[in-house]
């Protein structure tokens, strides 16, 4: 017989007033309801950059892709090029805020860097790496790294990994978009003369591909979507660097390397919006301009390469009040979870695709919201059968 574990004694707590059931009613219905990331702004307007802020305390030599982290106040994310490191640099104003490996992600040609809804959990924030580089077209297929915002210089945990091909096969791309409601994958290609693929990521597809042991022939294929035509003077003027959605969902900006474009969308659903003559804003002089993102006050980011690394920002005019309207997830992303763990590289992403005929609408803040009120009807009631006694 196996022996038993010996017993743990508690020693006896001092009394302590009870807090009051209301006071707990009122603080869990507040902490479910409320909404786990800053609430964003849009802008009528941006304005000229003031100068380039120029950080030496940072390890980012070749910053290539920026995010606004929306856990940390203040804070920014981005990476280097190829020939990097595996990792993301947390980094303000100040200089760096931490370091986070990425393990067991491939370094071939990292280009950009997108914040967005966890595909396994809608009210998590993600950072989502896109390996799509590929100067010379050659690459069968990409890679976009899933990872949740990391706490200060803690390894990144990776949600999932995408691999994606192109039907027309390899392309060159810099920018990545993942909607910031929808969790959409947007690409758009990078040309010379200026003339894009815009790529559509087959979400559903992704998602039913997850654990399962594949070839590059296995590889989901993207939807081109459309062509995106943009003018400029000379080569630098229209070749894409990056791109970005406002945080809630009303713009898309995209950046070259002499020029920064601007279109206005729903905020669920963006269209063609590749088909409308773009906003121009004033575009921060640098040596390299590569990477873009938006502020949640609605104000305009952007790093170039280079050391030390040049931190512009357009300023907001005009701030607009956020649109809160409640977005379906993209087809294949519903935040059940189906999308966990860290596939490897020779893996694409599997889960028992949702039955898509069903029309639900549902989203993480009506989530919340039905969780809060279960959770006041359920601390109501036992408040009330305390009463009784």
């Known amino acids: 017989m196996a022996s038993q574990p010996p017993r743990r004694l508690l020693a006896p707590q001092p ?26 702004q849009s802008c009528e307007g941006w304005s000229a950059s003031a100068g380039a802020v120029l950080l030496d305390d940072v390890r ?24 990097g490191d595996r990792r993301v640099e947390a980094f303000n104003l100040d200089g760096e805020q931490g370091v986070s490996e990425v393990p067991d992600a491939t370094f071939i040609d990292w280009e950009d860097l997108a914040p967005g ?15 799509i580089g590929d100067n010379l077209a050659l690459r069968p297929y990409i890679s976009i790294f899933v990872v949740r915002e990391p706490a200060r210089n803690a390894p990144a945990e990776r949600v999932a990994t995408f691999l994606l091909r192109y039907p027309e096969g390899g392309q060159d791309a ?34 039913d591909m997850f654990g399962v042991e594949i070839t590059a022939e296995d ?3 993207m939807e081109r979507r459309g062509t995106l035509i943009i003018d400029g003077e000379n080569n630098g003027e229209r070749m894409t660097t990056s791109g970005a959605y406002a945080a809630d969902g009303t713009a898309i900006a995209i950046r070259t390397y002499g020029q920064v474009l601007l279109w206005r969308v729903p905020p669920c659903a963006p269209g063609d919006w590749w088909t409308s003559a773009p906003e121009r804003l004033p575009a921060p002089a640098e040596d390299q301009g590569e990477a873009i993102a938006f502020g949640l006050d609605g104000s305009i ?51 028992d695709p949702k039955d898509d005929a069903s029309g639900c609408a549902c989203t993480a803040a009506g989530s919340r919201r039905s969780a809060a009120l279960a959770a006041l009807g359920l601390l109501s009631f036992a408040l009330l059968q305390r009463r009784r006694k």
């Not at 209301?22 to 409320?34: D, E, F, M």
């Not at 030599?61 to 190829?82: I, K, M, N």
């Not at 959990?121 to 993600?126: E, G, H, M, N, T």
Request: hydrophobic letters at 35%; aromatic letters at 4%.
């Open 174 to 207: 810099e920018t990545l978009l993942v909607h910031p409601k929808t969790g959409q994958i947007t690409l758009v290609t990078k040309a010379e003369d200026g003339v894009c693929g815009v790529y559509d990521a087959p979400m559903t597809e992704l998602r």
């Open 301 to 351: 980011w952007t790093t170039s390469e280079g050391d030390p690394m040049a931190v512009n920002q357009l300023a907001c005019l005009g701030p607009i009040a956020a649109d809160d309207t409640e977005c379906a997830p993209a087809a294949g992303v519903d935040g059940t979870g189906e999308f966990g763990g860290d596939g490897a590289e020779d893996s694409a992403l599997d889960g």
């Open 219 to 221: 590889v989901p294929v």
């Open 60 to 83: 980012t030599d070749e910053s290539s892709g920026l995010a606004v982290s929306r856990t940390r106040p203040g804070v920014f994310y981005t990476h280097d090029d190829s020939g």
């Open 117 to 131: 809804p966890c595909p396994d959990d809608l009210d998590r924030p993600c950072l989502f790496i896109g390996d």
């Open 15 to 40: 009394h302590r007033e009870r807090t009051p059931l209301v006071l707990i009613v009122g603080v869990l219905v507040t902490a479910i309801a409320a909404p786990q990331t800053a609430v964003a």
